[in-house]
């Protein structure tokens, strides 16, 4: 009898233990969040620029080419093989050069971008804490929450903190 009471105490003192669970739409906390969008533009300006300057010399060296091609005409076909052979090196050595500033550009915003998502989560388990929620589960793309009743919804919320602590 006494083995029977055990597991039936435990039950009860389980369910007083009540769980509070609230979930955060990922997908939406991240395209609200203002910081969020200040990094896009600041690289999708810097993408412009290395667009434009990719433009530029490779319309450079088009001229250059096309000038060669007049030029060659009246060269040795020795001479005119030489040049351009240099050309051709000094235009793969400058389409290595945008590549490299293009994977550099790529990393930075990475990195910064790696690290809004660090300081989003960090924020949302401070809100846990400090609001006793014992789970805040991920929900949107790829998120872990399936449904959720919209009173469970923290996502405004976490939003309004997330972008008031950025204007400051």
Not at 32 to 48: H, L, P
Not at 62 to 90: D, H, N, P, V
Not at 101 to 120: C, F, H, I, N, P
Request: aromatic share 8%.
């Amino acid at each position: 009898m006494r083995k029977s009471i055990i597991p039936f105490v435990a039950l009860i003192i389980m369910s007083c233990e009540q769980s509070k669970i609230g979930f955060v739409d990922n997908v939406k906390l991240m395209d609200g969040y203002q910081e969020k969008m200040d990094i896009e533009a600041k690289f999708k300006t810097k993408v412009e620029a290395l667009t434009k300057k990719r433009d530029s010399i490779s319309q450079a060296f088009q001229l250059e080419l096309q000038a060669f091609q007049t030029k060659a005409q009246k060269m040795s076909q020795k001479s005119a093989q030489e040049e351009y052979g240099l050309l051709q090196q000094r235009g793969q050595f400058v389409g290595q050069q945008l590549q490299q500033e293009e994977q550099q550009l790529q990393q930075t915003s990475q990195t910064e971008m790696d690290s809004l998502v660090s300081k989003v989560k960090k924020e949302i388990s401070a809100y846990g804490k400090a609001n006793g929620f014992t789970y805040i589960l991920g929900g949107g793309e790829g998120g872990s929450v399936l449904y959720g009743s919209e009173g469970k919804d923290l996502t405004s919320e976490l939003l309004k903190i997330l972008n008031d602590k950025y204007k400051k």
